[in-house]
């Protein structure tokens, strides 16, 4: 194949099963039909997808290496994440691994308009890690939860986000927040960033980041699982001055490979900033899901600007030094409802969590 | 809680820790954050989550049933996804089993706009089971597609969709497949109707929406785990005259269970036609996954038009009186690659298959 893009998947095989099995992957994941009917020798040999390589990692387990033509993708983010694994996900032996885009393609997607410099740069932040915290519960009102991010920038935070549970609703309609709670950050001292989460479809979006826009804003949240990764893909041309933050909600993590879908796939496709579940928290990805999902995010790849990793999920500021210790200074420490939970104490609590991560020993 | 959605969760768990876990769950789908700091007593009443029962399903494994408030949700299909799963989708001990709507919600979203009924009328069939194929491979020209459609059409189907790999690609360009593909069909007596892939974000799919219409074409085909299912409900509202077939590409459906994403999500959004693996194919679904995704897309449930099920996934003519058997008349049959494997007799297959179909005894 001329020129191809190659996909890793981990396979549960009979040892006995695994060529058939690996071959009828490829072709699913390509031209979906019997090869044998395909009278057309081009498509034979340039569309239908090839098994490049077979390698066992443990008994009953494999690595199955397939390579598919990029003309199947196009430039559609959506239309890679299909050919990926659109049918695949539906079967329950397969786990999408990683990917080696060809540069031509990882090129035209972009990846991140701004990336982890300009997220440094926007809060004057030169070598340390930057510090996030996330505007709850639910239910609060706009002025509510723009007391609450007055109180977060005394403390000196550098970026809070909408909780992504924060959509349009009544309570806290998205324009009404927004502006909420930009003038109260406007009215402190700080030059702390808020990054309000977006929802509904495209024509929602376009709308909400309107009023973020009108409200002086430069960031925005949305999570590509939900949204679809082509709308991911849209904002990051269509503004390309907007810092992004992806959120991974409904990215159903157990079947596609976090470090390839969050770091690799989210940043590809424009993330500024990934969110993901830390080790230890809520969530059950281990220290090497982690530290893998990190460095896909940060890694030279492609050229393309690195993603900032975002550990989140019930993280403590107990943990600054072990996680700073882990994750070093090219990272941003994501305390919510720790935070949240000192209440009248919140602007305290805060700035003890922001000295603790420049305080941080880096060298 | 005075208005609830009611979320039922499979959950792997040890007995003496499944009610902490099941508050756990409850929490994470609604403010996600420590429930002892939310000082507001109308969030601790109204909008945090409640556990309304466990129950042991096996030893270890229970169902946890939960109520979230409907005001958390709004009228955004994203954000009912995201409220049912968002966050607990990254954690691999929960399965989303099943949900129970409050009536105005579902009729808010409103199913499909044509539903079962509509997809029987276009093509004349009043009471029996409706055929449908695949165009493929991928890679074929828009004439050599055009000429599988007007062979399928001489058989006799009543419907004929894009393969879901068809997208925007240069060998065969949405608008210039279409419009040859409506052509050759145009060019028959049949009154087979062509079901075209959407791919992209929301306005390539307008732009696809527009060039379908030119076309002449009244039906569209998308997968809503990747095009976003906020798409699905818009473009169910943009555009009521045309009929909705849902793709289950990305439904990465080992863990949410495939009779309600498939079923009912799929069915409430908006679509008209859902397609879905069959059991003894080339995926994993059982017969009871099956029987239960078909009775969720044709049950009544709050007044919502009922969507077709199509089952698929490397049927065979041969399935085809076991397969009614098992679905009865209220199904489209979706064969595929079995049929284009016949080359040179296709639309003699396609007039087997379809003959199959009409001759069945379906009392």
Request: aromatic share 6%.
């Amino acid at each position: 194949m001329r020129s191809a893009l190659h996909v890793t998947y981990h396979v549960r095989s009979d040892a006995s099963a695994i060529e058939a099995r690996a071959k009828a992957i490829a072709v699913e994941q390509s031209v979906e039909m019997p090869v044998e009917a395909i009278d057309d020798a081009r498509i034979r040999d340039a569309i239908v997808g090839k098994v490049a390589s077979i390698t066992e990692i443990a008994s009953g387990h494999f690595t199955v290496r397939v390579a598919l033509a990029i003309e199947t993708v196009g430039s559609d983010a959506g239309q890679l994440l299909n050919m990926l694994f659109g049918n695949t996900s539906l079967q329950d032996d397969v786990i999408l691994h990683d990917i080696e885009l060809p540069h031509d393609m990882a090129a035209a997607f972009g990846g991140p308009q701004h990336g982890l410099q300009a997220l440094r740069k926007r809060v004057g932040a030169a070598r340390r890690a930057l510090t996030c915290s996330a505007l709850k519960p639910q239910g609060l009102s706009p002025d509510r939860l723009a007391d609450l991010a007055r109180r977060f920038a005394e403390g000196g935070i550098d970026y809070i986000k909408d909780d992504h549970g924060l959509a349009d609703q009544s309570y806290a309609p998205f324009a009404a927040r927004v502006a909420a709670i930009a003038k109260a950050l406007r009215e402190t001292d700080a030059s702390t960033c808020y990054i309000p989460s977006l929802s509904g479809d495209l024509d929602n979006m376009r709308t909400q980041i309107a009023a973020a826009t009108d409200a002086g804003l430069g960031a925005v949240m949305l999570a590509p699982m939900i949204a679809g990764v082509a709308a991911l893909q849209r904002l990051r041309r269509d503004y390309p001055q907007l810092i992004i933050m992806a959120h991974p909600a409904m990215a159903g993590a157990a079947r596609i490979a976090p470090p390839l879908l969050i770091g690799k796939l989210f940043r590809l496709f424009g993330a500024d900033a990934v969110v993901f579940p830390n080790h230890g928290g809520r969530f059950g990805y281990s220290p090497e899901t982690c530290r893998a999902l990190a460095h896909a995010a940060l890694n030279d790849w492609h050229g393309l600007r690195a993603a900032i990793p975002v550990p989140a999920g019930g993280m403590t500021p107990a943990r600054v030094p072990e996680m700073l210790a882990f994750y070093g200074a090219d990272t941003m420490l994501l305390i919510g409802g720790a935070l949240l939970s000192a209440r009248e104490k919140l602007t305290a609590e805060t700035a003890a969590f922001v000295a603790a991560v420049k305080d941080y020993d880096y060298d």
